[in-house]
């Protein structure tokens, strides 16, 4: 256990499918990050929150939709996905920006 | 956008030698972390080095920061099958946010 709790584990859905991911950290970080994670690509850092704020968007198609409504919870609204979309999406979170990370156990998503 | 060259890609060892995975960088870190990720779980911190010509042990696991702060290495002695998963450095640049390498995916041979 890793203070950062992810739901749901695994998701599947439709391209017209409209779905929430939700992230929870217990630590009292400052800083909330999502990731993608597909085969053979490094870790693809999509968002970066620090202190509520949105401070990276790292060219991330408008499908995906970030929201922080405070500094324990991050959600990633996703929708009109497409097949290519399918991958592991890691929450983490750290003390401050771009200090040592916590990951939360991922959401295995899976676009039909 | 900064690069992290992560080598080798794939390490099949037998249990009982060592291993080690590289990473470089074409331009100077300010500092660089090392995580571990078991096969369906999630990355792990192991540790982060800042100093140029740095060292760092964990048991088994030894980490080195190159004198010019541009690469590094973990080096792990006498694989056990615990060892098994992908490990990753993760670059920092200035105060730019983390750069993961590819990762280099270790499977232990019984």
């Known amino acids: 256990e890793t203070g950062v709790t992810q739901t749901p584990r695994h998701l599947v859905m439709g391209m017209t499918n409209k779905k929430s991911l939700k992230c929870e950290q217990h630590l009292g970080h400052n800083a909330m990050y999502w990731y993608k994670q597909s085969a053979k690509k490094p870790l693809e850092l999509m968002f970066v929150?620090?202190?509520?704020?949105?401070?990276e968007n790292n060219s991330v198609p408008s499908r995906f939709s970030p929201e922080c409504p405070n500094s324990s919870h991050l959600f990633l609204h996703l929708h009109t996905l497409q097949p290519e979309d399918s991958a592991l999406y890691l929450c983490?979170?750290?003390?401050?920006?771009?200090?040592?990370?916590?990951f939360g156990s991922g959401t295995q998503l899976s676009v039909l | 956008g900064q690069q992290v060259m992560q080598i080798p890609q794939y390490q099949h060892v037998q249990e009982g030698e060592d291993f080690t995975t590289y990473c470089n960088s074409s331009t100077t870190l300010s500092n660089i972390q090392w995580y571990k990720q078991r096969p369906g779980g999630h990355p792990v911190f192991l540790i982060q080095l800042v100093k140029s010509g740095e060292v760092k042990k964990q048991k088994r696991l030894t980490f080195q920061f190159g004198e010019a702060k541009k690469n590094s290495s973990l080096h792990i002695t006498a694989t056990q099958t615990t060892d098994v998963g992908t490990y990753f450095c993760?670059?920092?640049?200035?105060?730019?946010?983390?750069?993961f390498g590819t990762g280099t995916r270790l499977t232990i041979i019984p």
């Open positions: 929150y620090n202190f509520k704020e949105q401070t």
């Open positions: 983490a979170s750290s003390p401050q920006a771009n200090e040592k990370l916590f």
């Open positions: 993760a670059g920092s640049f200035g105060n730019e946010k983390l750069t």
